[in-house]
Antibody, heavy 118, light 112 residues
Framework: QVQLQESGPGLVKPSETLSLTCTVSGGSISGYYWSWIRQPPGNRPEWIGQIYYGGSTNYNPSLDSRVTISVDTSKNQFSLRLSSVTAADTAVYYC????????????WGQGILVTVSS | DVVLTQSPLSLPVTLGQPASISCRSSQSLVHSNGNTYLNWFQQRPGQSPRRLIY???NRDSGVPDRFSGSGSGTDFTLKISRVETEDVGVYYC?????????FGQGTKVEIK
């Protein structure tokens, strides 16, 4: 079973850029689609966007202008950048295997809480 | 965006009794390839969501057979045949048919 692990700062200042990395182990990042999902406290998960191992991306229109997802196949990692953050971006951020060729969201990271505060 | 509406939002259940959660979609979840990408997730307190059911009715490996999924088109149901203590948590339906993946609001299952 593939394993995913998020890493990055747990505290980001308003107006700055949130940056997270997901390291995939137990399997290759190649051949699959990968997503970032966030979950504000007490709310449902929200899909942020996805990336194919080849680099093509697809973002949630609600965040499109602020989101960049990239991939580094040599490190088996993919990353999230979310610019101009506000308190509304405070959430647990998950990296997820989006599509395994047959189904969606079968493997999740443990999540990382990112708080936006000065 | 596809809107998923779950009911009920809160579900108190007696141990050993059945439970049922509904998920209704604002549009058909049948993909152009004929598959229906409706999934169910369980989120226990303090944990990541865990997928239980994919493509409406396929149980994931390790998921107890007391969990079952059914439905078609826009109406879907997750059933727990006999609720156990470990089933406490929030359950979400999620669709992957649309380019923009969306989740239901969640149903909180608790023991009476």
């Amino acid at each position: 079973q593939v394993q995913l692990q998020e890493s990055g700062p747990g505290l980001v200042k308003p107006s700055e850029t949130l940056s997270l990395t997901c390291t995939v182990s137990g399997g290759s990042i190649s051949g699959y689609y990968w997503s970032w999902i966030r979950q504000p406290p007490g709310n449902r998960p929200e899909w942020i966007g996805q990336i194919y191992y080849g680099g093509s991306t697809n973002y949630n229109p609600s965040l499109d202008s602020r989101v960049t997802i990239s991939v580094d196949t040599s490190k088996n990692q993919f990353s999230l950048r979310l610019s101009s953050v506000t308190a509304a971006d405070t959430a647990v951020y998950y990296c997820v295997r989006d599509w395994d060729g047959d189904s969606h969201f079968d493997s999740w990271g443990q999540g990382i809480l990112v708080t936006v505060s000065s | 965006d596809v809107v998923l509406t779950q009911s009920p939002l809160s579900l108190p259940v007696t141990l050993g009794q059945p439970a049922s959660i509904s998920c209704r979609s604002s549009q058909s979840l049948v993909h152009s390839n004929g598959n229906t990408y409706l999934n169910w997730f369980q989120q226990r307190p303090g944990q990541s969501p865990r997928r239980l059911i994919y493509k409406v009715s396929n149980r994931d490996s390790g998921v107890p057979d007391r969990f079952s999924g059914s439905g078609s088109g826009t109406d879907f149901t997750l059933k727990i045949s006999r609720v156990e203590t470990e089933d406490v948590g929030v359950y979400y339906c999620m669709q992957g048919t649309s380019r923009i993946r969306t989740f239901g609001q969640g149903t909180k299952v608790e023991i009476k």
